[in-house]
């Protein structure tokens, strides 16, 4: 029972982190960085996910319940989110 209820909240961990990566990439791409063109590179989004993934690192290894999984959701939904916004912003002109 309680090995469930510990996957059911490193679930949760993992899909609120990558929501909340994807939310926020797009936004702050749109909003901050529309004229910026070195965002417009191919390589914007991995960096973007690379560092995002580096950042949340350091606070999985701390909390024992959400694993690296958490962490790599996190960098790739921020990858989507910062390919979203390109998207976006370029499609607007």
Same mark, same amino acid.
């Given at each position: 029972?309680?090995?469930?209820?510990? !996957?059911?909240?490193?679930?949760? &961990? *993992?899909?609120?982190?990558?929501?909340?990566?994807? /939310?926020? @990439?797009? =936004?702050?791409?749109?909003?901050?960085?529309?004229?910026?063109?070195?965002?417009?590179?191919?390589?914007?989004?991995?960096?973007?996910? !690379?560092?995002?993934?580096?950042? &949340? *690192?350091?606070?999985?290894?701390?909390?024992?319940? /959400?694993? @690296?999984? =958490?962490?790599?959701?996190?960098?790739?939904?921020?990858?989507?989110?910062?390919?979203?916004?390109?998207?976006?912003?370029?499609?607007?002109?």
């Amino acid at each position: 029972m309680f090995d469930l209820i510990t !996957a059911m909240i490193g679930l949760t &961990a *993992a899909v609120t982190a990558s929501a909340f990566g994807y /939310i926020r @990439a797009r =936004t702050f791409v749109t909003r901050r960085l529309r004229y910026v063109d070195a965002v417009r590179s191919p390589a914007a989004p991995f960096v973007a996910g !690379a560092a995002a993934t580096a950042i &949340a *690192a350091p606070v999985v290894w701390v909390l024992p319940i /959400i694993g @690296a999984g =958490t962490a790599i959701a996190f960098g790739v939904a921020t990858a989507i989110g910062t390919h979203a916004g390109v998207r976006e912003i370029t499609t607007s002109y």
